[in-house]
């Protein structure tokens, strides 16, 4: 997320409010061959990892909408979030890979890019001059051209259930003493007081990894370490696991099992107290409950450290060995309209923000908190594979979860983390 956090508020004005979003494959009819400039013909695949129940539904209105304009038919392929996260290169790197992908701005995008990968968009951008620079430089890829259509933003925090604080007698922390304080007041109600779904998603637990880094060293420090300028095994890095620990008897151990979308379930029941999570997770839960649904910011732990908060920006890029690039164009430009990213905004849980500055949020007070909280922040993340790669993301599940399982070992697997990420890095 390099250069973001310097324009953070024409970044977010030009946002407008929240979501998570991920599209993915297509197979174009046309014979054209990739850059060919032919008009539009034919069908376009599009695969998306959003499968929740909301998300998915959004993403049907949405591919209907375009299909109603008279461009080339889009065809919609959802896959499980998680089998997408793993298959993505291999779709990318097919003989036949499907045209357009729900996925994400910055480091990770470009990445792709740097393989030769996805398509040139830079015509497409012709058209966005009233998206801010910032938004620009998350969909440039290191050569220069534009290679990501961003259609939301969304932000992580600490989130519950109102009526269950209440219930509790516990109120929001803002400190890290005072949060464990929480964690103490509410494992004394018998509830595990922190959620976590690692089953099938351990990415989970790099939000813990990321806040507290970017809390105790900095925004700064956080990036250069996820580009390879830094060593996981850096007394700095060491010092986040060891304030980890403090929180570590608080984690409900049932989480380890299961995914976010049952941990979202136990939050929810009142089987845990909070969660660590983006607002993504609103979409496994049932739209009766969100209005008793707040969150607050992840704790502060030295006040010396600018505030930095986790913003990821989600979109679509394409394939380059697209058939018909013409028309896959036409439909990332499609997208990137306040309309299209209204649509999707008003079919799913409504905590997206669309990334056009045109495009109009859903006006709640959970929305309203979030944008306020990352308009006050000093410096913006995206998160820790968007930083870095989805390449890297795999080690950092492993380092994870053997710390959450085996904290005394922390220094051998803070030294094998390194190992793993320099073979990545020199990959």
Request: proline share 6%; aromatic share 12%; charged share 20%.
């Amino acid at each position: 997320m390099t250069g973001l956090a310097a324009d953070r508020r024409t970044f977010l004005k030009g946002l407008g409010v929240l979501g998570a979003a991920a599209l993915v494959p297509g197979c174009a009819t046309s014979t054209k061959s990739p850059g060919s400039g032919s008009a539009a013909t034919g069908e376009l695949s599009l695969q998306s990892n959003l499968s929740s129940e909301q998300a998915k539904a959004a993403m049907e209105k949405l591919v209907a909408a375009y299909n109603k304009t008279g461009g080339a038919q889009v065809k919609l392929n959802t896959v499980a979030s998680e089998i997408f996260r793993t298959q993505l290169p291999t779709y990318l790197t097919s003989a036949n890979p499907p045209d357009v992908y729900t996925w994400y701005a910055g480091s990770v995008a470009d990445s792709y890019a740097k393989k030769d990968l996805l398509l040139d968009v830079t015509s497409v951008w012709d058209g966005l001059g009233n998206y801010p620079k910032s938004m620009q430089t998350l969909s440039t890829s290191t050569n220069g051209q534009k290679i990501f259509v961003p259609t939301s933003y969304y932000w992580w925090g600490m989130f519950y259930r109102k009526s269950n604080f209440a219930k509790w007698g516990v109120t929001p922390p803002k400190t890290w003493d005072d949060f464990l304080q929480v964690c103490r007041t509410i494992q004394g109600k018998g509830i595990p007081p922190i959620g976590i779904g690692l089953g099938d998603t351990p990415w989970v637990a790099s939000a813990w990894f990321d806040y507290l880094n970017i809390r105790i060293n900095g925004a700064p420090f956080h990036r250069e370490l996820l580009a390879g300028r830094g060593r996981f095994d850096d007394a700095k890095v060491k010092a986040v696991f060891t304030r980890w620990r403090e929180a570590l008897p608080y984690f409900d151990p049932k989480g380890k099992s299961f995914p976010f979308q049952e941990a979202t379930s136990a939050l929810l029941a009142g089987r845990t107290g909070m969660f660590l999570i983006g607002t993504f997770f609103a979409d496994s839960a049932p739209k009766d409950a969100l209005d008793d649904i707040d969150f607050f910011q992840f704790p502060i732990i030295d006040p010396a450290v600018p505030v930095a908060e986790e913003a990821p920006t989600d979109g679509y890029f394409a394939s380059r060995k697209a058939k018909d690039p013409d028309a896959v164009k036409k439909f990332m430009a499609w997208l990137a309209t306040a309309e299209a990213q209204e649509t999707y905004v008003q079919n799913s849980s409504g905590t997206a923000i669309p990334a056009n500055p045109d495009g109009k949020a859903a006006d709640t007070a959970l929305v309203k908190k979030g944008k306020a909280m990352i308009e006050g922040a000093a410096e913006l993340t995206q998160f820790f594979n968007r930083d870095s790669s989805d390449a890297l993301q795999p080690t950092a599940d492993a380092a994870l979860t053997k710390f959450l399982d085996k904290p005394d070992q922390l220094d051998q697997i803070l030294k094998d983390w390194q190992v793993a990420a320099e073979k990545v890095f020199t990959a």
